[in-house]
Structure formats: structure tokens, C-alpha cells
């Protein structure tokens, strides 16, 4: 069974940055594309990035340039780094195992302007 510990969020001015973790066990890690999408109130879960095995990234285009996503296999760790945070970053973050689709239990960042 997959289980996803996120750490992390909390309140951030406008512009500041911001990093999340997500400790990942149960699985082989090192072998999985891992993800993080967020949820704002009233609106659907959307991706935010996404990270292959092989470190192959992808971003949504509202925060390509901005966010950084980034993992280290030895600690079964994916980290999002988040910088130039706007307002419209405000949702609660979740960290994904693809290939299991399991969640992490979510972590709230606020981005106030």
C-alpha cells in the first residue's frame, strides 16, 4: 500500500516562494512518475507538475518558470519548489503516486496580495 506524507504550505506574501515535500513508501520509488496537483476552493483538481522515473518534467502552464519540481530517489522524496507565488497559487497542494493513484492527505498554501 502506497502512503504519501506531504510537508510543508502555509501562508506566503505575494511573491515570496515557497517549498513543498512529499515522503513517499510502499512502492518502489525510484520507479514511479510522481505528481503534484493542487485544489482551489470551487474549482477541480488540476496538475501543477509532474516528474517521470527518469526525471523527465512537465508543468502546467500557469506555473512553468515559476515552480520547480524535483526528486530524490534515496530519500523516496519529490519536492516542489515554488517561487514568484501569485494569489492565484491559494489551493490546497496534493502529491500523487501515478502508477497507483494514490494521495497524499493534502497540505494548504495561501498566497496573500
Known amino acids: 500500500q502506497v502512503r504519501l506524507v506531504e510537508s510543508g504550505g502555509g501562508l506566503v506574501q505575494a511573491g515570496g516562494s515557497m517549498r513543498l515535500s512529499c515522503t513517499a513508501s510502499?512502492?518502489?520509488?525510484?520507479?514511479?512518475?510522481m505528481g503534484w496537483y493542487r485544489q482551489a476552493p470551487g474549482k477541480t483538481r488540476e496538475m501543477v507538475a509532474t516528474?517521470?522515473?527518469?526525471?523527465?518534467?512537465n508543468y502546467a502552464d500557469s506555473v512553468k518558470g515559476r515552480f520547480t519540481i524535483s526528486r530524490d530517489n534515496a530519500k523516496s522524496t519529490v519536492t516542489l519548489q515554488m517561487n514568484s507565488l501569485k494569489p492565484e497559487d491559494t489551493a490546497v497542494y496534493y502529491c500523487?503516486?501515478?502508477?497507483?493513484?494514490?494521495w497524499g492527505q493534502g497540505t494548504q498554501v495561501t498566497v496573500s496580495s
Open positions: 510502499g512502492s518502489i520509488f525510484s520507479r514511479n512518475t
Open positions: 500523487k503516486n501515478l502508477p497507483s493513484g494514490a
Open positions: 516528474i517521470t522515473s527518469g526525471s523527465s518534467t
